[in-house]
């Protein structure tokens, strides 16, 4: 039987989250079940999660966060982290973070692209390692 995981993926930066899940599913094992669910931005991430737990107990929490010219970016990068934190703890679930906290729209593409840099490769990684 296939293990089931649940990409919440924030649409945002859509170039960005899109390179980061193309780059996830170019290195997870195949023996995963992988449902895709789409969210207008980082925050709305840890609600997705919290609802779908009685149903997965893996998550790939996909996103990016741009500093901007306001004090927006801290807060919604330490909310959104502090989340996922307290989801894994309270919840008992395992949630991979691929929300990328960055100050640069490049560090964002970046870590996006088809390199060896790409955060979604490093994600599936870490599951493959975990669970398979």
Known sequence: MKNKI????SDYYKDITNG???GFNSELNKNFDVSFYYVTGAWEILYKINSLTKHYDKFVAVGAVVKG??????YISSGVTNGLVNLTIHKDIYISNCVL???????????????????G??????INNLFS
């Open 101 to 119: 906290n960055v100050h640069h729209i490049e560090d964002a593409t970046n870590r996006s692209s088809k390199n060896n840099k790409n955060k």
């Open 20 to 22: 980061l899940t193309d």
């Open 69 to 74: 010219e306001t004090d927006h970016y801290e």
């Open 6 to 9: 649940a990409l919440v993926i």
């Open 121 to 126: 490769i490093e994600s599936a990684k870490a």
